[in-house]
Structures are given as structure tokens and as C-alpha cells.
């Protein structure tokens, strides 16, 4: 039977098995929902950098930009780190740099993959069947927040776990930890994570709205995968 | 209001605050059942040490030594890592060093703390009211599984959370999730517990007996406390 595994920050990689694997990274609020969201409005491809001076090359050489720090946009870039941002005409065909303060490292640092998938509620069935069909365990990486767990990505593993669960045996504690969390969820996940630092963090910055959209699950049939150092999407 | 914070493993503690901050060590199956249970009965003292050579060291010079790797006894030494090893007479009074492939690591990470604490569920109780005695923040430390998060000690850090909810605010997502998960688990956690990791690991060695005995809430009014090099008892 295929494994699934969950490591909740990627603090804790080194003690994960990234090679022979597919890792499905994970960071809810609000990379990857972005990420998921531009593939399914045409984008062409997204390039992950560590560092908003990489981000300002790429701008240079063409690229539509976008920058976060602790939750809100840097100044001088195109693109905003909300999701509605990339619901725009602009972005069709377009390639993408971005950095965030976890979800980009959390992708180039699982580099090492058979491939690496980038995830979300958004478009969780999507990964899901995309999985199934390959002969290789899983990993969900969470992004967490500058190196410490957080709920909603652990959460987003939970809930891929729960759809795997019949054909996956769940690795390690992570996973089963992650499925009864999300179990115990999903029945109403906006007010599950009410008291969740991020969401309090976001609260504070007024984007109730992207916190509401990005908890849907399966809007989109899109599967990012990185493909040398861009995301391009995989037809599922 | 006081803050309550959950490292689910050694490998984060970097990520946290130590210093003027009370820290729980917890390694539930079994170094600190193991621990509060010989205090319970009467030990003077125990030295919590990294290798096995230096359990050696303290042995010859007149102690009592206990030294397990990988949830199994080492070969020449008097104790078990069973806590029915420590019910016994001749621990009354006894000095006793030890090594565990977990727990031992977690106490001495801790050193800096206004204090470390040795908690499991045998104790919760009364490392409860001793918190609620105190001034200052609280860190529960799991010791976790190789670096890996696991299961028991996470809903022990839960339960802890649980009972100190009312006075104080849980810091971080980690304690959010540990004490939703044992408010999941608690009327039944040896059920709860049934799939982890660390339960089937022990349950191939045949030990169930010490799992359901280390699951028991509230057994000794025991708070073990680290003092210079050795764990001794603080009467509460």
C-alpha cells in the first residue's frame, strides 16, 4: 500500500523522506490558494524565489511580480497575496515571480522530489485524483509560519488525507493527528479556525473575504507542479 | 493572562521562548511515567543523561541506572524502562541516572527555563495546580518520537492546556490543536491512541499493560523538578 505522510513544518524536512516521493505543498493563507487560483484564471507559469531582490529581476526581465512579508504586499510589484488579484485578464498566458514569507521555500526546499505539487482547498479533488493515479507515497509539506505548525495547513493535510485514506496507510502520528483535526472540522472550518493565529493575523489586516474563499474546497480542476524552477499546471 | 505554548518536538524548541517561562517536559510512553512513578515511590533523586556511557559513569559510583534505546532495555543495567520497574523497595531513597532515546534529551534541552517540570497524565493534576501557583508563562515540551511529533505526548500536552484553560491563553496554533485533540480523545484514549505509531511499536514489544497504565490521569501528587544536573521532588 502507498504511504502518506504529513510534516508539519518545513523545520521538520530533514526528518521526512522527500526522495522517491510526491510532496504536496501546502500554505492555505494564502501562497498556494494564490498559486491554484492563477493557474485556473490562464496563468502560464510561477516562478517561487527566496528573495523580493530575485522577485525585482524577474520583474525586469518581463515578468508580472508579487512580494509578501508577514502577511502583506511589499510595495513596487504588480500583483497583490490575494487571490482576487490573479481573477484578472491580465494574468492569462502571463509568467509569475513571487515570494512569500513560507510558501515559496517551503517548494524550492522540496526540490528533491519525484515532483512536487503545490496545494490547496481550492483544488484539493483535483490533487487528489492526480494521486491516485501515480505509484508513488505522498508528503504533505505545510508551510507553517516561519517555522512553527499552523492549523490551516495542517488542516489542508487532514482533509487530503481523508481523501486518500482507502488506498493510502498514513505514515506517522502527523497524518493520523492531521485527519482527526480536519475530521473534527470540516463541518464548519471558518469557525474551526476562528481562534488560529494566522487567521487572527489576517483578521487584523481586514481580509475576511480571502480567508472565506480560500477554505472552499474543489473550485478548480488545476494541479501546479514545479517543473526546474517554474510551476507550470499539469492537465488532470 | 498567562500564555500557554505547546512544542510538539525538540526539533522546533529554537522557535520558542524558553526563558522566563515554565517548561513541561512530557514523554509519556515512557521516560516521565517512568519518572513520576519512581518519584511517587519514594526516589531521591534522578539524573537525566545523554549517553549511555555516562549512565555507566553514575552506576559505578553507586546509583542506580536505567538506560533505554529505541523503547527497549539496555543489557547491565538495574531498571527497566517499564514504570513498574520503579514500584519496588529499593528505590526508596535511591539515587537513579538515566537515558532514554527522548525523553532524557528533552530535559536537558530545557535548562535555561525558570523551571523544568517532568509531567504525564500520572501527574497532570498536580502540575496543574503548581502552574496555577505560578507566575509565569508556561511551555509544554514534548519529546516526540526521534524529532518526529507523536501522538501521546501531544494529547498529554493537550490535556494540560485543558485544564488551565481558564487562566491561561494558549500562545500559538500548536496549543490550540493539541488541546482539540485531546478533547476529541479523552473518554477514550487508549482507543484514541489505538493506530499511533509509537502504540504499535510498544505494542510489538508486548507491553500493554504499561500503555494503559501510563494513559491513567491524576495518579501521584508528585512535580518532578529539575534542580542543577538531577530531577528531584517538589512537594505541592
Redesign the interface.
Given at each position: 500500500m502507498k504511504q502518506i505522510d504529513v510534516c508539519?513544518?518545513p523545520?521538520?524536512l530533514h526528518?521526512h523522506t522527500v526522495e522517491n516521493t510526491i510532496v504536496v505543498v501546502a500554505d492555505v493563507f494564502r501562497a498556494t490558494s494564490c498559486m491554484v487560483t492563477a493557474f485556473a484564471y490562464g496563468v502560464n507559469s510561477i516562478i517561487p524565489v527566496a528573495t523580493i531582490e530575485e522577485c525585482r529581476d524577474w520583474q525586469e526581465r518581463g515578468y508580472l511580480a508579487a512580494a509578501e512579508r508577514n502577511a502583506q504586499r511589499v510595495d513596487g510589484f504588480e500583483l497583490d497575496n490575494s487571490p482576487f488579484t490573479y481573477m484578472d485578464e491580465q494574468i492569462r498566458g502571463a509568467n509569475v515571480a513571487m515570494t512569500t514569507t513560507n510558501g515559496t521555500l517551503a517548494i524550492t526546499k522540496s526540490r528533491s522530489a519525484v515532483k512536487v505539487l503545490v496545494g490547496s482547498f481550492l483544488n484539493l479533488d483535483a490533487i487528489a485524483r492526480f494521486l491516485q493515479s501515480e505509484r508513488y507515497d505522498v508528503m504533505v509539506l505545510c508551510a507553517g509560519?516561519?517555522?512553527?505548525?499552523?492549523?490551516e495547513d495542517?488542516l489542508f493535510a487532514g482533509a487530503l488525507v481523508d481523501r486518500l485514506k482507502d488506498s493510502y496507510a498514513?505514515a506517522?502520528?502527523?497524518a493520523?493527528?492531521s485527519w482527526?483535526?480536519y475530521c473534527?472540522?470540516k463541518d464548519n472550518l471558518p469557525s474551526y479556525l476562528a481562534?488560529?493565529?494566522?487567521i487572527r493575523r489576517l483578521q487584523r489586516l481586514g481580509i475576511q473575504k480571502d480567508i472565506t474563499y480560500c477554505l472552499q474546497h474543489d473550485l478548480y480542476d488545476v494541479v501546479p507542479v514545479l517543473r526546474g524552477n517554474a510551476l507550470v499546471s499539469m492537465q488532470v
Open positions: 508539519l513544518t523545520e521538520l526528518l509560519w516561519k517555522g512553527r505548525v499552523n492549523m495542517t498514513m506517522e502520528d502527523s493520523i493527528m482527526r483535526l473534527q472540522g481562534n488560529s493565529s494566522h
